[in-house]
C-alpha cells in the first residue's frame, strides 16, 4: 500500500467566525448603550476600543486557532492526525475514500483553501489549510490541495466499476454564482447610468469600489470554474 506523508496547518475558520459574531453583536449592544442609555463619553470610547481591537489582535487570534495537522495520503484513504499547541495529540479521523460521495474545493481567499468531504452517512466534514505557511517542513495549502485532488482522481480512474467520487463546484463556479454576478453587474450599470443622468461631474468612491468587487468576483468565477472543470 502506497502511502505518503504531508505536515502543515489547519486553521478552526468557522469557530473564528462564530465567536466573532458573538463578539461584535456584544460591542454593537455595548456601543447603543453608550449613546442612547449611559451616555458616559468613557463608555463610548471603550466601546470603540473593543470595536477596533479584534482589528488589532487578528494575527493573534488566527495564530491562536491554528493547529499543525499531519496528512497520511493512502490508496484507499485519507488521514488527519491534528496536534494541539503542546504537540500532543488533539483529533484523529479518517476518509475511507470509498465513503466519500462528494467533495469540494474552496479556494477562500489568499490565506485559506477548505477541503469538504460528503460522506455517504450524511456526514460532512471540513478542513481549512493556510496557503501560506513559514515551517519549511511544512506545506502550503494549494499544494496540498492538489494532491489529495491527485489522490481522488487515480482512486476513481483504478475503480471504474465502482460510483465515482463527485467534485462539486464552488457557488461561484456554479450556475448560481454566474446569475448572482450578473444580477451585480445590471444593478452596477443601472447605479452608474443613474449616476451620470444626474451628476456627471464625479464618480463617487462607492460605484469605484463596486466595479472593483465586481471584477474581483469574475476573476474568482474564471479561477474557480478552471479547477472545476480540469478535475471533474
Do not use: W
Not at 465567536?19 to 455595548?30: E, G, N, S
Not at 464552488?170 to 451585480?184: D, E, N, P, R, T
Not at 453587474?185 to 468612491?205: D, M, Q
Amino acid at each position: 500500500m502506497n502511502k505518503t506523508v504531508y505536515y502543515s496547518s489547519i486553521i478552526y475558520r468557522k469557530l473564528i467566525f462564530f465567536k466573532l459574531f458573538l463578539y461584535l453583536i456584544f460591542v454593537l449592544l455595548l456601543i447603543f448603550l453608550s449613546i442612547y442609555c449611559l451616555k458616559y463619553k468613557i463608555f463610548q470610547l471603550i466601546s470603540l476600543i473593543l470595536f477596533i481591537l479584534p482589528l488589532l489582535l487578528l494575527k493573534r487570534i488566527m495564530k491562536f486557532y491554528t493547529r499543525e495537522v499531519e496528512i497520511t495520503l493512502t490508496n484507499e484513504s485519507i488521514l488527519f492526525l491534528i496536534k494541539q499547541k503542546d504537540n500532543s495529540d488533539e483529533n484523529f479521523e479518517e476518509v475511507q475514500l470509498k465513503n466519500i460521495k462528494q467533495y469540494k474545493i474552496l479556494f477562500v481567499n489568499r490565506r485559506f483553501v477548505d477541503a469538504i468531504f460528503y460522506l455517504k452517512e450524511n456526514k460532512v466534514l471540513q478542513y481549512s489549510f493556510l496557503k501560506e505557511i513559514d515551517d519549511s517542513s511544512q506545506i502550503g495549502g494549494d499544494t496540498l490541495i492538489q494532491n489529495i485532488q491527485n489522490l481522488i482522481t487515480n482512486y476513481n480512474e483504478r475503480n471504474m466499476a465502482l460510483p465515482k467520487i463527485q467534485l462539486l463546484p464552488s457557488f461561484y463556479a456554479s450556475a448560481s454564482g454566474l446569475y448572482s454576478i450578473f444580477f451585480l453587474i445590471l444593478l452596477f450599470a443601472i447605479a452608474v447610468t443613474l449616476h451620470i443622468i444626474y451628476s456627471i461631474k464625479t464618480l463617487p468612491i462607492s460605484l469605484f469600489l463596486g466595479g472593483v468587487l465586481i471584477l474581483q468576483l469574475v476573476l474568482r468565477r474564471k479561477n474557480d470554474l478552471a479547477f472545476f472543470k480540469k478535475n471533474q
